[in-house]
């Protein structure tokens, strides 16, 4: 797996150069079909590649298509760093995929990914039977498989097709406001404790990161000290994701109406709370939310943040002088107070209201300006 994860990433670098030098010299793009349809004499001039399953071959080109597409959307909208590809390193480069695992026509396993001798190894082609802890069955029809590399263990991660389960309506609706003292506040009066993780591992990691800095680069005691390291942001990471998982599965199961502040998240980690937002991990979070509503049947709404923390929601008057504080909120017309982040998402809410009239099919996520 390991000489898979080589070849993989040499082809990519390999692949990129060709493009460059395609558009450099003779102005011309090329196509992930038009790389893959070069992989047969690839394998005849570096016999080595035939050690790698076709599917993983061609998928490595349509990764670097999609990094292309991406780059050229990145222009489009403007952005200061559009992020061209680049060439990869052996840190910067942890998975290979199998782009098929079920045929259609058989209804039936392929050659790739199959479970075996009882469910304790699975069969990836050109590798062979690699014992797995298969620690729940799958659900569904598997449609593709990845082997990912996260820093010392192996991972099969599975993408499979299942029927969409939607949860019964509960006739409820709620706004959530996210921030760095409380995780997130609902407008019923609900509030998340924000775990801040990364915050609690901090002297650890400069412990070991300060190991890392004493060690001689290039050698092996320095690779372990950085690799000790990692683990440490792969466990808070994974913290992190089960904190994430849990809150979003709570609104999904009680509330059939979801909405949150569009935020920009990516601008708003330049400021003096860089490391407090990215501790708490918003984008994770709307992200993992939406794909569990879509999942369940509900509605999950981002509306414009503009003036929620301002803005009375029983009156709606808006002015800065209504939030006194970080938690009070006393309106200067109509005197209403309140919990100023309850009432932030109370605002959020009625926002999202103003479409739900409109009749939105399906799940998702719809965007709304106030």
């Known amino acids: 797996m390991f000489e898979t994860l080589r070849l993989t990433r040499t082809l990519y670098n390999a692949g990129l150069e060709q493009r460059r030098e395609a558009y450099r010299k003779a102005g011309k793009t090329l196509s992930a079909y038009d790389q893959q349809r070069e992989l047969t004499a690839l394998k005849e001039a570096c016999p080595e590649y035939g050690g790698v399953y076709s599917h993983v071959l061609q998928d490595v080109f349509d990764r670097l298509d999609r990094a292309y597409k991406s780059f050229f959307s990145r222009v489009k909208k403007g952005a200061k760093r559009a992020g061209f590809p680049r060439f990869k390193g052996r840190d910067r480069w942890d998975s290979f995929k199998f782009k098929q695992c079920w045929d259609n026509k058989k209804d039936d396993w392929t050659a790739c990914g199959k479970p075996i001798d009882e469910g304790r190894r699975i069969n990836v082609p050109k590798i062979g039977a690699v014992k797995i802890k298969l620690h729940r069955p799958l659900e569904g029809k598997p449609r593709s498989l990845q082997i990912v590399l996260d820093v010392d263990q192996w991972y099969a991660v599975y993408t499979c097709e299942v029927p969409r389960a939607a949860l019964p309506e509960t006739g409820s609706s709620v706004g959530v406001e996210v921030g760095t003292t409380w995780f997130a506040v609902t407008s019923d009066g609900g509030f998340a404790k924000n775990p801040r993780y990364l915050k609690f591992s901090l002297k650890k990691l400069r412990v070991q990161q300060r190991t890392v800095s004493r060690r001689k680069k290039g050698g092996n005691r320095r690779r372990k000290a950085i690799q000790i390291v990692a683990k440490t942001h792969r466990k808070i990471r994974r913290q992190r994701l089960d904190f994430h998982h849990i809150t979003a599965r709570r609104l999904v199961n009680k509330h059939d109406l979801i909405a949150h502040e569009d935020l920009n998240v990516s601008n708003m980690v330049r400021s003096n709370l860089a ?73 959020i809410l009625q926002r999202a209201r103003i479409i739900w009239p409109s009749g939105l099919n399906g799940s998702g996520v719809s965007h709304v300006v106030a």
């Open 275 to 347: 490391r407090s937002i990215s501790d708490a991990g918003w984008t994770s979070f709307f992200l993992i939310l939406s794909s569990k509503a879509a999942e369940a049947g509900r509605k999950v709404i981002a509306v414009d943040p503009m003036y929620t923390n301002q803005q009375c929601s029983k009156c709606g008057h808006t002015c800065r002088e209504n939030r006194i504080s970080q938690a009070r909120f006393v309106c200067v017309e109509c005197g209403w107070a309140e919990n100023a982040d309850v009432n932030a998402a109370k605002n």
